[in-house]
């Protein structure tokens, strides 16, 4: 089992950046595959970012890649959501999620643990 807490969030400018910081209990965070997931006012949950145990793969769903990497340190037990280039569309609360599951995944049936989230908000 794993908990996790984001911290990171906060109101930005358009254009401007963030970074999110997701921090995992326990002894076996090298082991989850993880992700970032959004929710904005009105909308469902969605795929934002995942990243393998190892880090050496990530994914991105479309509207936000090129502006926002997804990055781990097995050490400290945190994934971290770089945003840079924020849109007003990016308003959302992020989540991070942990995965039993091996390989990287991108839907939200996939993630057993989940973080309370973290507001994004950014003004236009």
């Known amino acids: 089992q794993v908990q996790l807490v984001e911290s990171g969030g906060g109101l930005v400018p358009a254009g401007g950046s963030l970074r999110l910081s997701c921090a995992a209990s326990?002894?076996?965070?090298?082991?989850?595959?993880m992700g970032w997931f959004r929710q904005a006012p009105g909308k469902e949950r969605e795929f934002v970012a995942a990243?393998?145990?190892?880090?050496?793969?990530?994914v991105y769903a479309d509207s936000v890649k090129g502006r926002f990497t997804i990055s781990r340190d097995n050490a400290k037990n945190t994934v971290y959501l770089q945003m840079n280039g924020l849109k007003p569309e990016d308003t959302a609360v992020y989540y991070c999620a942990a995965s039993s599951l091996v390989v990287i995944q991108t839907t939200r049936r996939a993630y057993d643990y989940w973080g309370q989230g973290t507001q994004v908000t950014v003004s236009s």
């Open positions: 326990g002894r076996t965070f090298s082991s989850y595959p």
């Open positions: 990243i393998t145990r190892s880090g050496d793969s990530t």
